[in-house]
């Protein structure tokens, strides 16, 4: 069952909100899934979704060992103009609770001239298809604003993300270099 956001879970949704990114995503074992961008007031709902993320896929997420997410890193990933920065939440209800499930996001650098693009999906639901359909989405967003070149950095283990990535519908390069495998999508 997905979330509607209607009386207690109705969050405020600040100036220049994309409400047309809003919807449904359908995982592979036939449940639905309500997405939506990120809003203001996510910190906690993001930190909470960190918190259930194995070290594993901590890891794969930040290429680093990280316990928590610092105060400055929950207000960036938060506080997003939905242009050149933005991200996409895949939210369910939870003990009566909205929680975040998955976020999928993008940051142009206007002086490299690209967009890195990540994804991050909570243990418990991956492999149903959720990181692959936020990772289209996120990058159809991106289009959509006039990005056409995304990068992300993955560790060379982590086959899945580079599966994933292998199956979009672009030009997707993958170079090794420095311990890392860097991605280039041009769409």
Known sequence: MFLQLKG??????????????????????????FTRPILNSDESLLEGLFE??????????????????????????????????????????EEGKEAIIAVARYGYDPVEKMT?????????????????????????????????CFSAVADPQNLVIKHIFAELDCDVKFISGGGYVHINVNV
């Not at 220049?16 to 899934?33: A, F, N, W």
């Not at 997410?69 to 990933?77: A, D, K, P, T, V």
């Not at 890195?116 to 990772?135: F, H, I, S, Y």
Request: charged share 25%; hydrophobic share 35%.
């Open 52 to 93: 259930r993320l194995s070290p594993q896929s901590r890891y794969q997420r930040f290429l680093a060992t990280l316990k928590s997410l610092s105060e400055e890193m929950l207000y960036n990933f938060t506080h997003v103009d939905y242009e050149s920065r933005c991200a996409i939440v895949a939210v369910i209800e």
């Open 8 to 33: 207690p879970y109705m969050p405020d949704k600040p100036e220049g909100y994309p409400s047309r990114y809003e919807g449904l995503i359908t995982l592979k074992d036939g449940r639905s899934v």
């Open 116 to 148: 890195d693009v990540a994804v991050a999906v909570r243990d418990d639901w991956q492999q149903l298809g959720l990181g692959k359909q936020l990772l289209k989405k996120i990058i159809q967003i991106g289009k959509d604003h006039g990005m056409s």
